[in-house]
């Protein structure tokens, strides 16, 4: 009897153990990843609290994490500056090329190369792979000769077009039609339905979460793209919205105004922000969608 209760008891040891163990660890994860949500939002809350304060004293205290004195001056300023509409307008028609133009490359070339049988599939499929590990770095100088030559430059279209088939998109958009069950679109055949039919009715309604993932990752990298438009845009009736701060935000005396930038910044951010909040459920099914192959 003894020797059975002293089993009992150590499993009863053993099983309060498991239990704290399991709920520690738990703690554990949430308490690493409340830390590191508050450590990404540390430059968001500076550049917030400089928006807020007024130059001088960005300039006489540039590390304080609160203004002493909230001013909206620098907004004020930053809406009042010469071509800012006109700046906001363009990286808004760019934004649309480019998401569009993504939707509709990506969603056709993943539809092919997950669900159609053609000769070279496979070297169409490592093409896109490889010009993933290309950077731009790379390649901006063969395609700025080739937006002259076509006589793009200085353009809208010629400063959306390098971005509107962009091999990511086609990698995400590939990868979850994959996990899309191909005997659904073989029913479809067998009931007579063509090809197009069958992308327009059948996969593009499946793929939505893939599309949103394009739409946020297409209109992130074109709304925040600087180099690109800096190179292309040859007047300041191209410039896009990063491009035209940077280039108004230099006073005469060529000191950079710092209130303005982060004014500027705010206004930069809050598009993608609103985009990805009213997004986010079907971009997590995206991403989710995307590795399950």
Request: proline share 4%.
């Amino acid at each position: 009897m003894t020797t059975v209760a002293t089993v009992r008891d150590t499993e009863m040891i053993d099983d309060q153990v498991a239990v704290r163990h399991r709920s520690v660890t738990p703690s554990l994860l949430y308490g690493a990843l409340v830390l590191c949500a508050l450590l990404t939002m540390l430059p968001f809350v500076w550049v917030i609290s400089g928006s807020l304060r007024s130059l001088d004293e960005i300039r006489s205290d540039p590390g304080a994490w609160l203004p002493h004195h909230i001013t909206l001056d620098n907004f004020t300023r930053l809406f009042a500056t010469e071509g800012f509409g006109g700046f906001m307008a363009n990286s808004i028609v760019v934004a649309i090329i480019v998401v569009a133009g993504n939707i509709v490359a990506a969603s056709a070339a993943g539809y092919a190369l997950a669900k159609l049988d053609f000769a070279g599939k496979r070297l169409a499929f490592g093409a896109v792979m490889a010009a993933m590990m290309v950077p731009f770095t790379a390649v901006f100088v063969t395609q700025f000769v080739i937006t002259v030559d076509l006589g793009l430059a200085d353009t809208l279209t010629g400063i959306a077009l390098p971005g509107v088939a962009m091999p990511m998109s086609v990698f995400i958009m590939r990868q979850y039609a994959m996990s899309i069950p191909g005997d659904l679109l073989e029913a479809a055949r067998i009931d007579g339905a063509g090809e197009f039919r069958i992308f327009f009715r059948i996969f593009l309604p499946l793929a939505g979460p893939a599309v949103a993932t394009i739409t946020i990752m297409s209109f992130l990298t074109s709304w925040n793209n600087f180099i690109w438009p800096l190179i292309v845009a040859q007047s300041m009736s191209s410039y896009t919205l990063p491009v035209g701060l940077a280039a108004t935000s230099q006073a005469a005396s060529h000191v950079t105004d710092y209130g303005l930038q982060l004014a500027g910044a705010i206004v930069v951010m809050l598009p993608v922000l609103v985009l990805f909040l009213f997004l986010q459920r079907y971009f997590v099914q995206g991403i989710a969608g995307t590795g399950m192959r």
